[in-house]
């Protein structure tokens, strides 16, 4: 399994851009997918995540500048990043819960990260 983020770049303050995170290989069900990130010197942190059935937690920080959703036929998952703050810049890493048959457990998987640099 493997997961594929794409979308960062430099981008002024008070824009938008949108992250995209492909899974690939043999999946059965992914439960939960996630962006996290990483600031420098930071620990990496939650962003967002969407569970199966759509529900979503939303880091405060990010509420009401940014949407997570996932495409479930494709197997990816989106951020919708808008009203960027110099403080958003990070690199962005996807995660997945998922389970490669109905018998196996839940695994989790990341993503090579992304970054996104908000700056004039």
């Known amino acids: 399994v493997q997961l594929q983020a794409s979308g960062g770049g430099l981008v002024q303050p008070g824009g938008s851009l949108r992250l995209s995170c492909a899974a690939s290989?043999?999946?059965?069900?992914?439960?939960?997918m996630g962006w996290y990130h990483q600031a420098p010197g930071k620990e990496r942190e939650l962003v967002a995540s969407?569970?199966?059935?759509?529900?979503?937690t939303i880091s405060d920080s990010v509420k009401g500048r940014f949407t997570i959703s996932r495409d479930d036929a494709k197997n990816m998952v989106y951020l919708q990043m808008s009203s960027l703050k110099s403080e958003d810049t990070a690199v962005y890493y996807c995660?997945?819960?998922?389970?490669?048959?109905?018998?196996?457990?839940?695994?989790?998987?990341w993503g090579k990260g992304t970054l996104v640099t908000v700056s004039t």
């Open positions: 290989g043999s999946i059965f069900v992914i439960a939960n």
């Open positions: 969407i569970r199966l059935g759509g529900g979503t």
């Open positions: 995660n997945a819960a998922l389970k490669t048959s109905a018998e196996s457990f839940l695994l989790y998987y």
